[in-house]
């Protein structure tokens, strides 16, 4: 069946493809730069219906078919004059229009498009957003004008997705890791930002949607420079300090940033939990705890990049990224503990110090075509990570240190490739190779040394991936379909104990079909398979201690977890978004308390593998009217899994959650804004969650004609109640948390731009992927 119904859609899609005349061109304004996202629709010279439409590529490249009868097309770009041109006298089934140059609307570049209401466009799988020459270009920094893209959700400068895990963030098609590196752009240098939902085979299998951003044009000759500061009044002062230096001169490109960050917070929670017997379900074991906490946290980042351009079409990129950071986290545990109905009350003080020293060198060769493009990619990483954690059980009790080590080495080899084919197809395809290398240590030294461990462990990590995607746009349809296969190799060595050894082969193969249905209605399905390997955190036998009787250790015989999705998806006028997924994943990654061989009344939160169904229904609705602009987004999420306890499958409940963005434009240099979260209470994988609220209030002030200087006054969590109180009832064993975190406060930034800063720095993307994998 399957066959068949693939069989019919070639056929289908060849007949169409064989029985039309295909038009490619590319446009260009009158400099002679390429012009990217400008709308192109075929319309029937008799009537002027919608016959078809397309939009051009980042290198201004176009390709679309028509029916053999008479036709013109319609030209259509923010900034810029429609253009009209007939088709009428082409001859032949591919024709090439060359290069159509199109006149710039000099009042439309010159002013901000206060009026426009069409700022975001879906075509191709992708939703689209201009932000030069448009309202956007008004917002006081990136992450404002991130908030208005479909189902994108932005908190403390951290970016998410409605029903998304991993999101890969692109900047000029390079990697952006780290907040520093997008929230050094600000909103005049931004072209334009496209989101795609469904992240296709060309990137990798653990991604599950892709924010890709593009600057505007770079000046000939420049050197310019930003600093920032950042004050966050809550429990505890935090403060953040920024300075950006970009040069540029002839053919060489350098910038250099160094960011201090010293971040504090006092903060409490009451955990309780209850070890059943199974068989009669009563108690033998409960604890309760009420924990405080005082924790700091300093990091010091360098940034230095350097390119080389010898010429328009090739691009040598050298980086180094140094990470340095150090915690000190002290807590004062008050715990009463009741083994077999006899109670023991103890006081723990607990002193978590430790340090993370990151060396990151990669670099870039990139040779760029009119009709192609190719990127070779080496990456070098070399972590260390030391951590002292100190217990002492004041009273009678013993005392406990642990100690852990963990060195990572990290290489990756990635190249990829980008062609137009046959004036109506996009080709992609590539390869990527990593080798990570994982030397720990971890050891406890006790009291009573019948709890001591001596672990020694080294994980050898290799990953190999090819992909190749093909996509086109034939008429009203538009095809994306690609697939991405990965070979994993992973050796563990536990030194005097086991060893284990796994080789896994996946293939992740992805289908997208848009139809526009009219010049209002699009419709778009599709199915994507998706994969995500465990972070190195979730397999280290290193113990982490939570209470006297609690700690918490990775599994490493946890398995790759694939999932699959299909999906279904609704645009109206480019403003009402309706996306419908279905997702099975298996080998989830689920945290659960299990027993542990240090003591009977000793158990240990470490993850396990189980398969999950779930529906997800998101929502999203973006305008404006006059001075006030906003954007929503809605969640509808059900888990169809059941877990059990104490031999009953516990039901689920379904969650129901929104993001409100709303903004007012009061003068040209000042906008407020009034941010709302809400969320359901929900039950899911065994957990349950009480509602959630989160408010944020504030303001964006700019100073001086060119708006150098910036002052965003912002309160945030003001209700705190952004972070839901829970409880987990899974097998034999009933938790619960109530907390109280620093989330309230009041956050003062300003930023000032020298010279007219420019945010050139395009970070390289060849060990994203691994940072992601061996970070905390």
């Known amino acids: 069946m399957k066959r068949f119904i693939v069989s019919f859609m070639i056929f289908v899609v060849g007949s169409d493809m064989l029985m039309a005349q295909n038009y490619f061109g ?287 079409n090739n691009v040598f990129d050298i980086q180094y990224i140094l990470g340095i950071v150090r915690y000190a986290n002290a807590s004062n545990d008050m715990e009463a503990s009741t083994i077999h109905q006899q109670t023991t009350e103890i006081t723990t003080l607990q002193n978590d110090n430790g340090k993370d020293i990151t060396h990151n060198v990669a670099a870039k060769y990139l040779h760029t075509t009119p009709n192609s493009n190719m990127g070779i990619n080496l990456g070098y990483i070399n972590s260390f990570t030391k951590d002292e954690n100190a217990v002492k059980l004041l009273g009678n009790s013993p005392f406990a240190d642990i100690y852990g080590k963990n060195r990572y080495e990290v290489y990756t080899l990635k190249l990829d490739y980008n062609r137009a084919l046959w004036h109506a197809l996009q080709f992609q395809a590539g390869m990527k190779h990593s080798y990570i290398v994982n030397n720990g240590h971890s050891v406890s030294d006790n009291e009573e040394e019948s709890y001591d461990y001596n672990n020694k462990t080294k994980l050898k990590d290799y990953v190999g991936a090819v992909y190749a995607d093909l996509s086109g746009q034939f008429k009203r349809f538009y095809i994306d379909g690609g697939i991405r296969l990965e070979y994993a190799s992973n050796h563990y060595e536990v030194y005097g104990s086991s060893n284990l050894q796994k080789k896994q082969f996946n293939a992740f193969p992805s289908l997208q079909i848009d139809y526009q249905v009219s010049p209002s209605w699009l419709v778009s399905i599709g199915y994507e398979a998706k994969g995500q390997r465990p972070r190195f955190q979730d397999l280290s036998p290193l113990m982490r201690y939570i209470n006297a009787h609690l700690y918490e250790q990775g599994n490493v015989s946890l398995s790759h977890m694939v999932s699959h999705n299909p999906y279904l998806a609704l645009v109206y006028k480019n403003k009402v978004s309706v996306n419908l997924n279905y997702y099975h994943k298996r080998n989830y990654p689920l945290y659960a308390f299990q027993p542990s061989s240090m003591g009977d009344n000793i158990i240990v939160n470490k993850p396990i593998n189980i398969n999950a169904d779930y529906w997800d229904l998101q929502m999203s609705y973006s305008d404006k009217f006059g001075f006030f602009r906003f954007a929503y987004n809605g969640d509808f999420h059900y888990d169809m899994t059941r877990l059990p306890f104490l031999g009953a499958k516990e039901k689920n ?124």
């Open 26 to 312: 590319y446009l260009k304004n009158k400099q002679g730069e390429s012009l990217p996202y400008i709308s192109v629709v075929l319309k029937d010279c008799k009537d002027s219906t919608f016959v078809s439409g397309a939009v051009s590529d980042p290198n201004g490249f176009f390709a679309i078919s028509s029916p053999h009868r008479k036709c013109y097309l319609l030209l259509s770009g923010i900034g810029y004059n429609d253009s009209k041109i007939s088709l009428a006298e082409q001859q032949g089934d591919s024709v090439n229009l060359g290069i159509i140059k199109m006149e710039a609307n000099e009042k439309t570049l010159k002013e901000v498009v206060v009026a426009s209401k069409r700022r975001v466009v879906y075509k191709n799988g992708a939703y689209r957003m201009a932000v030069s020459g448009s309202s956007m270009e008004n917002q006081p920094d990136v992450y404002s004008v991130l908030s208005f893209l479909p189902f994108v959700t932005v908190n403390d400068e951290k970016i998410s997705m409605i029903g998304k895990g991993n999101i890969l963030i692109l900047i000029n098609g390079r990697e952006a890791s780290n907040s520093l590196e997008i929230s050094s752009l600000k909103p005049t240098q931004i072209k334009d930002i496209s989101v795609e939902p469904h992240a296709s085979s060309a990137y990798g299998s653990e991604y599950d949607a892709v924010i890709k951003i593009r600057t505007v044009k770079e000046l000939k000759d420049y050197a310019s420079s930003q600093v920032r500061h950042k004050s966050v009044f809550a429990r505890k002062y935090s403060d953040s300090q920024t300075a950006d230096i970009n040069i540029k001169s002839g053919k060489w490109k350098t910038y250099l940033s160094y960011t201090f960050n010293d971040s504090r917070s006092k903060e409490s929670a009451t955990n309780k939990y209850a070890i059943h017997e199974p068989s009669t379900k009563e108690i033998t074991t409960s604890n309760l705890s009420e924990n405080n906490a005082v924790n700091k946290l300093t990091q010091h980042g360098v940034i230095l990049n350097t390119s080389f351009a010898p010429t328009s």
């Open 653 to 776: 409940k379904a969650l129901f959650s929104g993001n409100f963005v709303n903004q007012f434009d009061i003068t040209s240099h000042m906008m407020l804004f009034c941010n709302v979260d809400v969320a359901s209470a929900y039950k899911s994988l065994g957990s349950s969650f009480k509602p959630a609220y989160g408010l944020a209030v504030g303001a964006y002030i700019t100073f001086f004609k060119d708006q150098r200087l910036t002052v965003i006054i912002s309160g945030n969590d003001l209700l705190r109640k952004a972070t839901p109180n829970s409880s987990t009832c899974l097998y034999n064993i009933e938790s619960c948390r109530t907390l109280s975190p620093d989330s309230r406060n009041v956050s003062v930034t300003l930023r000032y731009n020298i010279n007219k800063f420019k945010m050139t720095f395009k970070k390289n993307n060849s060990n994203v992927e691994e940072e992601g994998r061996i970070s905390k």
